[in-house]
DNA sequence: AGGTGAATTTAAAGCGCTTTGGAAACCCGT
DNA sequence: ACGGGTTTCCAAAGCGCTTTAAATTCACCT
């Protein structure tokens, strides 16, 4: 049943019909409400393409996540973010599509999505150090907001972050303030912006202790469970281990658990961990007690407020960029204590 | 720049362009090349609303994964399958349109689907046992593939599934095999389809040994940590232990991992832990040697094969169903050994 | 009854593309 | 030079909707 068949059905016009369904004064109640009923009777829905060409706007949010070139492999936190970004677009009968794209063609890719029309805004994924992505879709004039922020662009456009920074400048304080001088770091590619800020954040708390950087406690890497143990496995290993971890996610700390304990070493007594927890649905940090110390920041709420953004910005074009940074809470959980007295236990 | 711009401005009928573009063979050589060489120079990619429109079709697949209501979390292998599904897709020029829907609202929501015609075709995700969907897309007349199958549905349907039940069953019979007799269960959800069948399963490669089922020792919940921690934790703690674990996801292993260790026990000698292995991208089973002892099955090729399955449909709708049982293998780790002695220890 | 403005409805154009049904141009042999 | 068959191109209709501009109806007053 399309609008024609509708309209000749009720002996209206289309005119009238569609302005019943779209909800326009100029139409006299009754036959409103004899339209509705009609479209509810007869299961009416009218085409998306053709609305869409008709009104120029297509309904649905675009979003863009890159896959690591080799590892082809799409962050695990995705899951979550769209689960907290569809809310809104069910909400505002918005669709979300998906694209896949590898490192390296994205110039064309971007454009060719502007193109194409179908999409009205873009959320961007995973931003890197200097991403060019931001001035190009900024050009392009379609409305985007990223998740995460990009260091060194310094154009203002739309983002929904977590402070990765200070967030991972607590967690190293917390960890000195235990008396951890050896803190390792496992975080993730330090290409990715979030990762970046993450060491940052590591180093000044470090520094603010007098510590400096040790290349020999820092590892880098997708965040995988083989990352956190192949990591700490050769810094427990090595001829001054670190007494402490910090890991970029909940995966790699549990790498990092394994390893430790193949090593006949306690976590929370010999070997502290405090990870970043992005409360994802199939990896809670414990239930009562958390399993790690943990700085926590949902990554469904980040999705949610991503999505909101750009859905304002997309009713109301003319508004500036949208911000927020949201702050994660330091959590404790069983795996950190103070620091082993050297040559103690 | 459009297709009425491009067409005026090589002097040529918007017919021509259009048909130069999309390659028939009515087109003059020479004429086709000038045109392909002015859309690359002004970047032209028709609108896609439009393009739908006029062919009547959206080149893009619907993905739809219900949220489980309360949790509201999106099974974490979805990733990995689409990053399979994505591949057909970008080969194929299609798009990939995601819906989350929670169980409830489903019946309306496929039909709106539909009737909106924004996706030519979809994909199923999470089947449970006797699934009415299957029965409502095959009225609806739009192309499908199920991830997965769903028991007790007789009509033929498309699907793209790993073979649980076999799966679990050489799982278990390699446990008995090594003398388990005490060989637990921490499945997924058990109306979820392929949980049932593996339950059956593990089911019926005990009663090949005469072991009857135990209700004390199988467990069910959405595969998170938790759920293996408690199961096994509280298994452990009972008066007659299992010796063995069959989990249906690594993140649940991990978590009868560490109840495990948690009890003063040892992986692999006290207590054998097979799990299955979706070979996840950011959770690989080990590195050389698997960490778990597990039934693997890539859940990417199996999204690889869904894609290429609709997308076949939709290109030749005449063509009857189609299927594919995947088969997992069974590779071996660290985390099983010969059952320990009762008494013994 | 006639006139006015507001309320309600409609016909038709247009969104950007594909595709049908011709028309024009070209080729060839006679 | 002309007919017939190919090539090559084009004008216009149509996809299903929204929206502009205009027509109709209605309510009310003189």
Redesign the pocket.
Known sequence: ???????KH?????????????G?????????LRVEAAAREFN?????????????RSMSIGHVIPTSAKREMVNPVFGDFITGASEAYVEAGYDLVLTLVEDGDEERLYRNIR?K?NVDGIIVHSPRMQDSRIALLSDLGLPFVVHGRASDITSDYSWVDMNSRRAFERATAFLTELGHRRIALVNGLEHMDFAYRRRKGYLSALAAQGIGPDATLMRAGEMTELLGHKSARDMLAGPDPPTAFLTSSMVTAIGVRRAIQEAGLQMGRDVSVITHDDELAYLKNGQDVPLFTATRSSVRAAGRCAADFLLQMIAKPSGGPLHSLLEAELILGNSTGPAPRPGGG
């Open positions: 049943m399309n609008l024609k068949e509708l309209a009720l002996n209206l016009s289309q005119t009238t019909v569609s302005r019943a369904l779209n326009y004064p100029e139409v006299n109640k009754a036959t409103r009416y829905m009218p085409n998306a393409r053709a609305k869409g060409l008709a009104t120029g193109d029309g």
